[in-house]
């Protein structure tokens, strides 16, 4: 499995940004996919995860209301929708994939900068 994740990039307090993850492998219909983000200093944190059907989100609470995962199984895509943002949503956005829901999290794509100034 390899992930390339793009879509970041410098925004102002308040914007959107989509963040893509491209897929490239066999069964993407059959992983569960998630973002997570680093900030400044910070340890990485979870930030949103699909199931593989896609009917079933989980997003952390502190980007709850404002950010969406979704994922385009035909297209072996993955995306984070992010509204309204922060200045402490500034940080590398990375994608990941697991097989099983009870699987660490065992592929990582490179990361994407996302920087939101005030």
């Known amino acids: 499995v390899q992930l390339q994740a793009s879509g970041g990039g410098s925004v102002q307090t308040g914007d959107s940004l989509r963040l893509s993850c491209a897929f490239s492998g066999r069964s993407f219909s059959l992983y569960n996919m998630g973002w997570f983000r680093q900030g400044p200093g910070k340890e990485r944190e979870f930030v949103a995860s699909?199931?593989?059907?896609?009917?079933?989100?989980n997003v952390a609470d502190s980007v709850m209301g404002r950010f969406t995962i979704s994922r385009d199984i035909a297209k072996k895509m993955v995306y984070l929708q992010m509204e309204s943002l922060k200045p402490e949503d500034t940080a590398v956005y990375y994608c990941?994939?697991?097989?099983?829901?009870?699987?660490?999290?065992?592929?990582w794509g490179q990361g994407t900068q996302v920087t939101v100034s005030s």
């Open positions: 699909v199931i593989p059907s896609g009917k079933s989100t």
């Open positions: 990941a994939a697991k097989f099983r829901s009870t699987d660490e999290w065992r592929s």
